[in-house]
C-alpha cells in the first residue's frame, strides 16, 4: 500500500518527467528519426511509450514545423502521411548535442568537483 508520502513523490517525479520531455523535445524527435523515417503520430507514440507521457499533437507538431523551418528536419508527402527524416544538419546537432550531454553527465556523477569543494570550505 502507497503511503501519502509515496504518491506525493511519484506526482513530483511524474512532473519532473513531463518537464523533462518537454524540454528535450527536439533532441529525442532527432533521436527517433536517427532510425529511419517516422510521421508525427509515430513520435507522440514513441514518447508516450517510452515515458508514459502522452503530449498533444499541438505540442508535437508546432516543434517538429520549428525543426523544418530551422533546416535540422526534412517532411516528405507520401498521400496524405508525412513522413519525417533527420537533415544533414540536424544529425550533426544530433551528435553535438550527445556530447554536450555525455559532459553534463560527467559533472552530475561528480557533483563535489574542486571548485565545488572550494565553495563550500568557505
Not at 506525493?8 to 529525442?28: A, H
Not at 526534412?74 to 550527445?98: I, N, P, T
Request: glycine share 6%; with cysteine.
Amino acid at each position: 500500500m502507497n503511503s501519502v508520502f509515496d504518491v506525493e513523490i511519484d506526482r513530483y517525479v511524474r512532473k519532473y518527467r513531463r518537464g523533462v520531455v518537454n524540454s528535450l523535445l527536439e533532441y529525442l524527435i532527432l533521436n527517433y528519426l536517427e532510425n529511419g523515417k517516422l510521421c508525427g503520430y509515430d513520435i507522440i507514440t514513441v514518447l508516450h511509450e517510452r515515458f508514459h507521457i502522452l503530449l498533444s499533437p499541438g505540442q508535437v507538431y508546432p516543434v517538429i514545423d520549428h525543426m523544418t523551418e530551422q533546416g535540422l528536419i526534412r517532411k516528405e508527402k507520401q498521400g496524405r502521411l508525412v513522413l519525417l527524416e533527420a537533415s544533414h544538419l540536424g544529425e550533426s546537432l544530433l551528435k553535438a548535442w550527445r556530447e554536450e550531454f555525455r559532459a553534463i553527465q560527467m559533472q552530475l556523477s561528480n557533483p563535489m568537483s574542486e571548485e565545488l569543494r572550494a565553495i563550500a570550505s568557505r
